[in-house]
């Protein structure tokens, strides 16, 4: 069976559609997430973040920032705005995210606390400055 059926064939990326969905990609796979994981998140089909991916699906204004968000990128980074605005934050939360992905289910819970820990040392920290 051929792509070539009613409402079975993609339609041909436009040029800027094909490079968002390529920055998408290499977001996804630098934080080392899987398309699955991601399509759960948008709560969109598996192929529906395929398509947008290559290209041949257009992606809203709020799956965009959500996919920003979970990519911990700028969406001027996404849009081509600035090329380089990967931030240092971004890469040191994808570097914990990659790193975060190989442990344990009790390991990441375990982080996760410790990571509120943080929070809250850092907030009672500023309270207690006069911030």
Do not use: C
């Not at 064939?9 to 934080?31: F, N, T």
């Not at 975060?100 to 289910?105: C, E, K």
């Amino acid at each position: 069976m051929t792509n070539d059926r009613v409402g079975f064939s993609q339609p041909p990326a436009e040029p800027d559609r094909q490079v968002l969905g390529e920055r998408l990609k290499e977001a996804r796979e630098y934080v080392g997430l899987k398309q699955d994981d991601v399509a759960k998140v948008l709560a969109i089909p598996r192929s529906a973040l395929s398509n947008i991916e290559a290209g041949t699906r257009k992606v809203d204004a709020i799956e965009l920032a959500r996919l920003a968000k979970l990519y911990q990128r700028p969406l001027a980074w996404f849009t081509g705005e600035d090329p380089n605005a990967t931030t240092e934050f971004a890469k040191e939360v994808a570097h914990v995210a990659r790193a975060a992905a190989t442990l344990s289910q009790q390991d990441r819970q375990e982080l996760a606390r410790f990571a509120d820990f943080l929070k809250s040392r850092a907030k009672a920290k500023a309270t207690s400055d006069g911030r």
